[in-house]
């Protein structure tokens, strides 16, 4: 059993620093932004399940996010949280859901994703290979970022026994690898048949969608600072036709420029209210986020956010 704590570190910068050391080694590279840093602490206990891993958070307000998806070396993991005690409010792949305890939700680390704490937090975090899930769930993407009820229906199997686990692992050493790899196999085999029993044949229909519109929003995410990115690029890029991808992102309202634009204003926006970037000049991070052109950036910065981007710098909170 791993023991991390953030209590008695010297500063809020401190508790921070080494707060995303240990996140990177347990779980993935993540970033966080404490609600109220002079009064941010974390407890983080974790061990092994066979291939899997399960560890218990205990949090101050904060948001917790995966800016990138990850690397090509990388371990690709999916996480199923499940809320002990506060709540959670959990974004990914355009899905959004307040979590209450006894909720839980996946998220996908090769794909961007962020989760709000509010209030005090405890929650459980399985770890699971790629690979392992996606042998027994037809479709994980289209769970990822959705609000799985735990207090009634089929999750609530799922969220007992994720809890019973913990519970017997933490009561003294941990688990062994052989009782923790047959433990970590049959809260996989429950997770999939609750799925189905939740989500029907439905869910195993829209798979193959879901999962181009994963690839498409992933693959956006690691160009997004090309300035040849384009909906025809991305088309190209995963041998899909330019009707065919205008269809599947038919449903979600915003088409694929229009989400390419967005998401380079808010990276931009993010990179002039980071003190790392103070010494260079809007122009230089617009043209380094993906814009060819000044005058469209600053047109389309001010249209997103309501003031230019240099009134933004000098204060991205006040009122426009």
């Known amino acids: 059993m791993q023991r991390f704590s953030t209590c008695g570190l010297p500063s809020p910068r401190a508790k921070i620093d080494y707060l995303k050391q240990v996140l990177s080694s347990v779980f993935t590279d993540l970033d966080v932004e404490p609600d109220v840093p002079g009064e941010f602490d974390n407890h983080i206990r974790s061990t092994g ?11 101050a307000p904060a948001r917790i996010i995966r800016r990138h998806g990850v690397a090509a070396a990388g371990e690709h993991l999916y996480f199923l949280h499940t809320q002990l005690d506060g709540r959670m409010h959990a ?42 899930l996606r042998r027994r769930v037809v479709a994980p993407q289209g769970l990822l970022g959705r609000r799985l009820q735990g207090a009634a229906g089929p999750m609530r199997m799922v969220r007992t026994l994720v809890t019973e686990v913990w519970e017997q692992a933490d009561g003294g050493d941990g688990l062994s690898h052989p009782v923790g790899d047959r433990l970590g196999a049959t809260i996989l085999d ?62 979600d309202g915003e088409g694929l420029t229009a989400y390419i634009l ?8 993010r990179q002039l209210h980071d003190p790392r970037h103070a010494g260079r000049s809007v122009t230089e991070l617009a043209f380094a986020c993906g814009f060819n052109d000044a005058s469209h950036f600053s047109r389309a910065f001010k249209a997103r956010f309501g003031r230019s981007p240099r009134d933004y710098r000098q204060d991205p909170f006040a009122v426009a």
């Open 49 to 59: 399940l066979g291939s899997l891993s399960i560890a218990h958070a205990v949090s």
């Open 91 to 132: 974004v990914q792949d355009g899905r959004e859901g307040w979590l209450e305890p006894g909720d839980m939700v996946l998220c996908d680390t090769a794909a961007p994703y962020d989760l709000g704490l509010s209030g005090p937090s405890r929650t459980l975090i399985l770890g699971i290979p790629a690979s392992e």
């Open 190 to 251: 429950l997770f999939a048949t609750a799925c189905h029993m939740q989500f029907g044949a439905g869910a195993e229909d829209g798979a193959l969608a879901d999962g181009h519109r994963a690839r498409i929003r992933r693959h956006v995410e690691a160009h997004l600072f090309d300035p040849e990115l384009s909906p025809a690029a991305v088309a190209a890029a995963l041998g899909l036709s330019p009707r065919y991808l205008r269809l599947l992102l038919a449903g």
């Open 262 to 269: 967005r998401r380079r204003l808010e990276e931009c926006a």
